[in-house]
């Protein structure tokens, strides 16, 4: 049975009730789509939880439901599309805003014209002076200077992005045991090795409201979910132990750098006791040569790429994403 709705716009809140009524009225303000927006309460408190819930009586297209816990953003991302049948997911942070009225409309346009594409990742910028905001870029650094451009991606940044949901129910949404950090990647690594493609788009642009106490770099549990899910998707999708290890000994080196050295130690034996359970899904040859093609070969050869590492660790150097 056909949909209502071209898109349902996923918002996840947990308090911020007034970066989340904004970030409301950014979706409700999309034109040339019919656009259903779906808010998941995590948690807020109750006088939040209230507003929340005054501003959903208003709209007939604002579905406000609430979760039993706070269930991370993979899980939480799963909840709330569960709670939809668009042919289209966006993904709306709730400390973000969309750049024009029209971004929605752009991204269920792109997604019917381009029927391989399985997800889209839109142009984060800052919301107060729209600069690129370097800690949402999830690219190559090789890519910055293409941050207005179009181009196949490996992955997609949380803050602002579309999915096809033929494709999100194809792949199985997020792993939920991610809670939060890479799992966009996650998906997008499951989705490459079933044969889809992943797309930036840098017209579609989000704003989002960067909050710098609220950066892993600085926040031990952060940091923590960074470590271990990273070398956990690297278990999941076929790396081995020895590969893992070495990438997992340059973020303990970034730790001990940003004074997290305990939660990088403790990021591995973590990932491990998650990889017990899952058996390895190796890449596949199409999916290894996508990310050869639209990783890698921006990355440089090794010597580069070991070099940005080296130069990550130095004071006052920063790599974005």
């Not at 209502?4 to 996923?10: G, K, N, V, W």
Request: proline content about 5%.
């Amino acid at each position: 049975m056909p949909t209502d709705y071209d898109a349902d716009i996923l918002i996840l809140a947990l308090d911020r009730v007034e970066d989340t009524l904004a970030a409301i009225a950014s979706s409700l303000a999309q034109q040339g789509v019919r656009r259903r927006v779906i808010v998941l309460d995590q948690g807020s408190r109750p006088e939040n939880l209230a507003r929340l819930q005054e501003c959903a009586a208003r709209h007939a297209d604002v579905v406000l439901a609430r979760a039993e816990a706070n269930l991370g953003v993979a899980g939480g991302r799963n909840r709330a599309a569960l709670l939809g049948d668009a042919p289209v997911i966006v993904g709306l942070d709730n400390d973000a805003e969309f750049g024009d009225p029209h971004c929605v409309a752009r991204a269920v346009a792109t997604l019917h014209a381009e029927p391989a594409i399985a997800a889209l990742g839109f142009r984060i910028v800052r919301f107060e002076d729209g600069a690129d905001d370097l800690s949402s870029w999830g690219y190559p650094c090789t890519l910055l200077p293409r941050a207005g451009d179009s181009f196949d991606a490996c992955t997609f940044v949380g803050a602002g992005h579309a999915i096809r949901r033929a494709a999100w129910e194809q792949v199985g949404g997020y792993d939920p045991a991610l809670f939060f950090c890479w799992e966009e990647f996650d998906f997008c690594l499951t989705a490459l090795k079933l044969g889809w493609r992943v797309r930036y788009r840098g017209d579609i642009v989000v704003r989002h409201k960067v909050n710098a106490e609220g950066r892993f770099l600085w926040s031990e549990r952060r940091w923590f979910h960074f470590v271990r899910n990273r070398i956990f998707i690297g278990r999941k999708h076929g790396a081995s132990w020895p590969a893992l290890l070495a990438r997992w000994a340059a973020y303990t080196l970034r730790g001990l750098r940003n004074a997290m050295l305990l939660p990088s130690l403790r990021a591995l034996p973590a990932a491990w006791r998650m990889a017990r359970g899952v058996a390895p899904s190796p890449l596949n040859q199409r999916a290894r040569a996508y990310l050869r093609r639209h990783d890698a070969a921006h990355r440089g050869i090794w010597l580069q790429r070991i070099r940005t590492e080296i130069l990550a660790l130095l004071p006052g150097h920063h790599t974005p994403g």
